[in-house]
């Protein structure tokens, strides 16, 4: 039995380790996209300045 509960806790914060992970992973990448977007349009905007 206390073995049982054992395994499952373990599983459990298997899991929430897995999701912060995850989590984690979506917030760089969100973060590096939003970079080069503002990288982008920064670009953009240099190169429209040096035409006009």
Do not use: I, P
Not at 17 to 41: C, D, H, S, V
């Amino acid at each position: 039995m206390h073995n049982t509960v054992t395994a499952c806790q373990s599983r459990v914060a298997d899991e929430q380790r897995q999701a912060e992970t995850k989590a984690l992973g979506r917030a760089a990448a969100t973060e590096n996209m939003r970079e080069e977007y503002l990288w982008e349009m920064d670009y953009k905007k240099g190169a429209k300045s040096d035409f006009f």
